[in-house]
């Protein structure tokens, strides 16, 4: 999510090496409110979160074919009983989830908020200007 910040902030190009790897949602510097700020980075989650789904079901597609896990088959009592290796069905999934960038993108969006368009002691341009030096 924290990149997603980022990417909502510069119009979909990551601030590394420039490339375009989200949607365009607009300069940055041309928001007026908040709350454009806030569609901008919920397009860029909807545009990771379409990426990551779809990935994730190419990696599921091509898993059990490439990558078994015999160990890990072995601890499941239902992969057992199937004499099968686990990657084969459907009850099986490798959950994650990524708190800290999560809380990195609200602390962003606060200080956003409140630095830009609570307090006006600065604006999206010199903020995303100095983020990149």
Excluded: H
């Excluded at 510069?10 to 908040?34: E, P, R, S, V, W």
């Amino acid at each position: 999510m924290a990149k997603c910040v980022e990417l909502a902030l510069n119009d979909g190009k990551d601030m590394l090496d420039g490339k375009q790897i989200g949607i365009k949602t607009g300069d940055a510097t041309k928001f007026g409110t908040f709350e454009d700020v806030v569609e901008a980075l919920r397009r860029q989650i909807e545009c990771a979160a379409r990426m990551g789904i779809l990935s994730n079901q190419i990696y599921r597609l091509k898993q059990a074919e490439f990558l078994q896990r015999p160990f890990s088959s072995c601890l499941y009592k239902s992969a057992v009983e199937r004499a099968e290796d686990v990657t084969n069905y459907e009850d099986f999934y490798w959950a994650w989830n990524n708190v800290t960038g999560t809380i990195d993108a609200v602390d962003s969006l606060v200080a956003i908020k409140k630095v830009i368009f609570d307090d006006r002691k600065d604006n999206l341009g010199q903020t995303t200007q100095s983020t990149r030096s």
